[in-house]
């Protein structure tokens, strides 16, 4: 019979996720300056790494990824670009009174679609865990389409939020 860790230890991840949790939310409502010539590295970092590891060889005793499973990724991808479209829409953007400079705020629909979408992954983390082997889930998938959603979920909350601040400064100017 397996050892079962105490009962308390269960509550662990969320003991250390709450904190995280909440300053990231207190940092996503306060206003600061967008600095519009690098918003594209974060994007450009986290398609790399995604892409490196979706297309990374496969590890040995796992199932590779099959044409089919394209469809997947692809639904992932297209759920993470509406969804990051949305979550870049409700950032909220407006130039300083004083000194012209672009800031940048996060509203409480885009802290909701954050919260939305950490329970989901929360949700379903929990669900395919416990079903993966009954419902023949091939979980390198579901791993890679995660990867995938969030890295196009990022990118492109980020050239939303880029295209609006360019007409920001253009009506600016």
Avoid: C
């Amino acid at each position: 019979m397996p050892h079962q860790p105490p009962q308390y230890l269960q509550f662990l991840p969320f003991l250390i996720i709450l904190p995280i949790l909440y300053f990231r939310l207190r940092r996503m409502a306060k206003t600061r300056a967008l600095k519009l010539g690098q918003l594209w590295i974060r994007p450009a970092v986290i398609i790399a790494l995604a892409a490196l590891v979706v297309l990374m060889p496969v590890r040995p005793g796992a199932t590779p990824l099959e044409p089919a499973d394209m469809t997947w990724l692809v639904l992932a991808a297209v759920l993470g670009a509406v969804a990051g479209w949305q979550w870049g829409r409700t950032t909220q953007l407006h130039l300083h009174p004083e000194n012209g400079t672009l800031m940048q705020s996060g509203s409480v629909a885009g802290i909701m679609v954050f919260l939305v979408l950490l329970l989901l992954r929360l949700g379903l983390r929990a669900g395919l865990g416990l079903e993966a082997g009954a419902w023949h889930i091939n979980m390198l998938l579901v791993t890679d389409a995660s990867i995938v959603f969030s890295a196009l979920l990022f990118a492109v909350r980020g050239l939303e939020i880029y295209l609006r601040a360019r007409r920001v400064m253009a009506g600016a100017a």
